[in-house]
């Protein structure tokens, strides 16, 4: 089973800033087709997730530009270029590389 | 647009079974593979099982192998899961879930004595 690691737990941000979360896998995340199944999604209190991010890089349909992914092999990135009031929630990575799919514990944004 | 009607959860004491159920609409239902997700009360999320797109297909948690079935019933569009031997741990909202892009609302199970 591949391990999903996020990092940091809890993370603080004052509006219109940066944000930055972490993910790291306990083994490469290129799959026999060459494609790297890493997925970010973000859900909010009382709701389902939402996919934000599909394979490391590509936004979803309706997913706004400020949030960007970026990684390879086996680290991997989502950036939040500024912070809004909306984005509060977690944050979890998903390997669909392999069976079985597994997420990481999570993120939390808070706003500051 | 993609809809999926999620039902079947409730309150199950532990050892019982539960049939949680996934209308899907919006989309070729046939055509894609699905999944279940849980999520237990304040905790992260964890992959349930997954079928192909025929069915012909399954993998599982090893929390649930042996307990847990996925099926599927393509000329109805739906999504099944049927779960056995119930133990506390099992405890979660259940999502039914198309390619990690679309998710049910959820459903509650709950196993208690």
């Known amino acids: 089973e591949i391990v999903m690691t996020q990092s940091p737990l809890s993370a603080p941000v004052t509006l219109g800033q940066p944000a930055s979360f972490s993910c790291t896998s306990s083994q490469s995340l290129v799959n026999s087709d060459g494609n790297t199944y890493l997925s970010w999604l973000h859900q909010r209190p009382g709701q389902p997730p939402r996919l934000l991010i599909y394979?490391?890089?590509n936004r979803f349909s309706g997913v706004p530009g400020r949030f960007i992914g970026s990684g390879a092999g086996t680290d991997f990135t989502l950036k939040i270029s500024k912070v809004e009031a909306e984005d509060v929630g977690v944050y979890y990575c998903m390997q669909t590389t392999q069976f079985p799919h597994t997420f990481g514990q999570g993120t939390k944004l808070e706003i500051k | 647009e993609v809809q999926l009607l999620q039902s079947g959860g409730g309150f199950v004491q532990p050892g019982g079974s539960l049939r949680l159920s996934c209308a899907a609409s919006g989309f070729k239902f046939s055509a894609h593979a699905m999944s279940w997700v849980r999520q237990a009360p304040g905790k992260g999320l964890e992959w349930v099982a997954a079928?192909?797109?025929?069915?012909?297909?399954?993998d599982y948690a090893d929390s649930v192998k042996g307990r847990f079935s996925i099926f599927r019933d393509n000329s109805k569009n739906t999504l099944f899961l049927q779960m056995d031997s119930l133990r506390a741990e099992d405890t979660a909202i259940y999502y039914c879930?198309?390619?990690?892009?679309?998710w049910g609302q959820g459903t509650q199970v709950s196993v208690s004595s």
């Open positions: 394979k490391i890089s």
């Open positions: 879930v198309l390619r990690i892009q679309s």
């Open positions: 079928i192909s797109d025929s069915g012909t297909r399954t």
